[in-house]
């Protein structure tokens, strides 16, 4: 019996065929018929590879650019320019505002938003305000690329249900003393004269914030339409100035519009309580209702315009 070391060098049997048959990886074999007989100075053909011409990239480009803008534009923000005076001091002439649609896509504008909208009752002949004439500012206008005109803004002052009027020189909403000093800074009164109105289901009743010179549903009352601007005609909500710098603020709703009672005194009841138990529980809103709601909220006497 033969004994086997782990050091010897010499080993029989099946295994010392196998070991002197082994290969190491990357080793060719003696006498294969692949063996690569390429002369070393021949190299493989190159693949001609096909590029696209300048100017058919730069008319992707463009295209795909006119296409995004006309996208943002319809769905998302829009930019615009003031041409009157009608909003200052909050807008002022040749500001550049942007107008974000994105809050009315499951919603309605609320009192207090400033909004831009269109004009197919040619209110724009009293507002006298200029737009482009420049070709090439129309076509970027039309895309997005440049303020456009053609529109009006104005605050939202009463949505449907409501009732507005002028008393004593302050704007009432369902019986509530508007307090705009923050933002009516021109006018020595909110408004003048004596007129009221109700807004009808899916209309808006709207101001401009210059009071005095601003034609907006006061100056339109006797036309067809009363003055009301249909919920529809809405582009969006300005959101900020951008242009010049030293004008670049964002716009909130002003906190007047955040009073409660504006949507009490209305009637709305925004709960699942039935309407005879919410009476009964708020008697002075009851009386209020049935009376006909001609309350005033006390203001302060700065805020007394």
Not at 154 to 166: A, M, P, Y
């Amino acid at each position: 019996m033969t004994s086997v070391r782990g050091d010897d060098s010499e080993r029989t049997g099946p295994d010392e065929h196998e070991a002197a048959t082994s290969l190491h990886v990357g080793d060719q074999p003696p006498g294969d018929a692949s063996v690569d007989t390429t002369d070393a100075g021949e190299r493989p053909p190159e693949e001609t590879v096909q590029t696209t011409p300048w100017w058919k990239e730069t008319l992707i480009l463009v295209g795909t650019a006119l296409v995004l803008a006309l996208i943002i534009k319809t769905f998302f923000v829009q930019a615009f320019y003031i041409p009157s005076g009608s909003m200052a001091q909050t807008l002022e002439v040749n500001d550049r505002i942007l107008v974000q649609k994105i809050s009315y896509w499951f919603g309605d504008p609320q009192r207090g938003d400033i909004v831009v909208f269109d004009d197919p009752a040619d209110w724009l002949g009293e507002e006298q305000g200029s737009q482009p004439s420049n070709p090439a500012t129309k076509v970027l206008s039309f895309i997005g690329l440049d303020p456009s005109g053609g529109h009006l803004v104005k605050r939202v002052i009463g949505i449907g249900g409501d009732h507005v009027r002028c008393h004593d020189g302050i704007v009432q909403v369902n019986g509530v003393n508007l307090k705009e000093s923050s933002y009516v800074t021109l006018a020595d009164n909110a408004c003048v004269g004596v007129w009221s109105v109700v807004v009808p289901k899916d209309h808006l009743w709207v101001l401009g914030d210059n009071r005095e010179n601003s034609a907006d549903s006061r100056a339109h009352m006797g036309d067809p339409g009363g003055g009301f601007i249909p919920v529809d005609d809405v582009v969006g909500k300005v959101f900020v100035t951008v242009w010049p710098i030293d004008r670049w603020r964002f716009f909130h709703r002003p906190k007047t519009f955040a009073n409660p009672a504006l949507d009490a005194a209305m009637g709305v009841v925004k709960s699942t309580v039935p309407l005879g138990a919410f009476l009964v529980l708020t008697p002075t809103l009851y009386r209020r209702l049935t009376v006909g709601g001609d309350y005033d909220e006390p203001i302060d006497e700065d805020d007394e315009r």
